[in-house]
């Protein structure tokens, strides 16, 4: 889950300037693990912002899906008119993202979705947060669980068929491996699973295969054919 410096606060990548790509970090990390993956968009020209979802316990990702889903839907319509960031969620930020696009009627102020070992059928490594007493400290985990109502309301509901969406997992993900991080309603096309191997939870965002794949899907480049799949 390291390395320990994306715990530590910062004042990067504030929303400031109207953004191209609007990103959400995991669960219990801070907005510097997004950095990696920013300093490779913003150096292909596209601005990055990363916004603080409800205050304190949205500095880490720890409030509920549902309240940081609105709270991004709000985020998102107060942008300037005509302004349609992408998202890209890590982890738990790709389900808050889904929450805002499926439930919070954000769909027509985004381009688009990429998740990154997100875990959109929920994932039963929540049960062990559980045990160790993390949802003592935040209800997070419990909505992380593959049978939470979170989880499965999203996954009852119709996704925008205008919001391209993909999400990148690893079999190399102890928390969220491709059962787990795959798109029940993928159609091959607009909504995909890419499926890597070799790169561990926190690992992804720190991944030069990563960046082009989120690159590539933001500018309409052509994205990688995914390699022989691993774990199967």
């Known amino acids: 889950m390291g390395p320990w410096t994306i715990y530590l606060p910062t004042s990067q990548w504030r929303p400031h300037l109207p953004p191209d790509v609007v990103l959400l970090q995991g669960f219990a990390t801070g907005p510097r693990a997004m950095t990696p993956l920013c300093r490779a968009l913003e150096a292909r020209g596209l601005v990055c912002a990363v916004p603080r979802l409800r205050r304190r316990s949205g500095y880490l990702q720890l409030g509920t899906v549902g309240f940081a889903g609105r709270e991004l839907a709000a985020y998102l319509d107060s942008l300037p008119e005509g302004v349609q960031p992408w998202i890209v969620g890590h982890s738990i930020g790709g389900v808050i993202a889904r929450q805002a696009i499926q439930l919070e009627g954000a ?29 003592i400290l935040s209800p997070t985990p419990f909505n992380m669980l593959p049978l939470a109502p979170t989880i499965r309301r999203m996954n009852r509901a119709e ?6 969406l993909l999400s990148i997992v690893s079999w190399s993900d102890l928390f969220c491996p491709p059962p787990f ?16 191997s070799g790169h561990g939870h926190t690992d992804l965002l720190r991944s030069p295969e990563v960046e082009a794949l989120v690159a590539g899907m933001i500018l309409g480049e052509d994205v990688q054919k995914e390699p022989a799949a691993q774990g199967q």
Do not use: C, M, Q, Y
């Open 159 to 164: 996704w925008p068929g205008s919001v391209p």
């Open 107 to 135: 769909a027509d102020r985004v381009a688009g979705l990429v998740t990154i070992g997100a875990p959109h059928r929920g994932t039963p490594a929540a049960l062990a947060g559980l045990a160790v007493g993390l949802g």
């Open 181 to 196: 991080g795959s798109l029940p309603f993928e159609d091959g096309n607009r909504v995909r699973t890419h499926k890597l």
